[in-house]
C-alpha cells in the first residue's frame, strides 16, 4: 500500500476508533455511606469537631494533655479552633464563647442510660444549626467513656431537642 493510501485508510478508521465503540457516558451513581477518614493520633486522644468550608465536619486530634472527659471537651470545642485550624479553613457554628452563656461550675453531661448521653449548654439549642449540632454530638461521643453510637440529647435553656446520633 502507499503512503497516500495508508494515510487515507487511517484518516477512514481513526474516527471510528475515537468513538469508543459505542459506550455512552453513564451518570454517577451514589450507593452506601461514604468512606470512613483515619485520623492519625494516639488511641485515647479525643477528637473536636470543626466545620470546613464546605460544611462537612472535620475531626481534629487533642493530642496535649490527658484523657478529656466530655465536659472538658465540649470546654475545648467552645473555644474554637486553634490559630493552625482556623488557617486551614476551619471554623465553628456554635455561638462564641462571650456569647454563649456561662458555664456555671454544673456538669455540662451526664449518662442518662446505657448508650445515652444528655449534655447541657449554657446557650439556647433550638436556632443552631446541623452542622453545629453534629459539632456538639461527634465530640462528646469521642470523648473518654461515650460509646460511638450513643443517643445524645442537646438542652439549653430554650428546649430539650430530641435525642439524635453523630452519624460520623
Do not use: W
Amino acid at each position: 500500500m502507499t503512503p497516500t493510501g495508508r494515510a487515507l485508510v487511517a484518516t477512514l478508521i481513526a474516527p471510528l476508533l475515537l468513538t469508543g465503540c459505542g459506550i455512552e457516558d453513564t451518570p454517577v451513581v451514589e450507593i452506601g455511606r461514604p468512606g470512613v477518614l483515619t485520623i492519625a493520633a494516639p488511641p485515647d486522644a479525643g477528637m473536636l469537631y470543626f466545620v470546613l468550608p464546605d460544611g462537612r465536619l472535620a475531626p481534629v486530634p487533642v493530642l496535649d494533655g490527658p484523657v478529656y472527659g466530655p465536659g472538658a471537651m465540649i470546654t475545648l470545642l467552645l473555644n474554637g479552633p486553634d490559630p493552625a485550624g482556623k488557617a486551614a479553613g476551619l471554623h465553628t457554628e456554635l455561638p462564641p464563647p462571650g456569647a454563649a452563656g456561662k458555664l456555671d461550675g454544673r456538669r455540662l453531661t451526664e449518662t442518662t442510660g446505657e448508650g445515652s448521653v444528655r449534655v447541657r449548654l449554657p446557650f439556647p439549642v433550638r436556632p443552631l444549626s446541623d452542622a453545629a449540632r453534629r459539632q456538639v454530638m461527634c465530640t462528646v461521643v469521642s470523648s473518654a467513656g461515650i460509646p460511638a453510637d450513643a443517643e445524645v440529647t442537646l438542652t439549653g435553656p430554650d428546649v430539650v431537642l430530641p435525642p439524635d446520633h453523630c452519624g460520623f
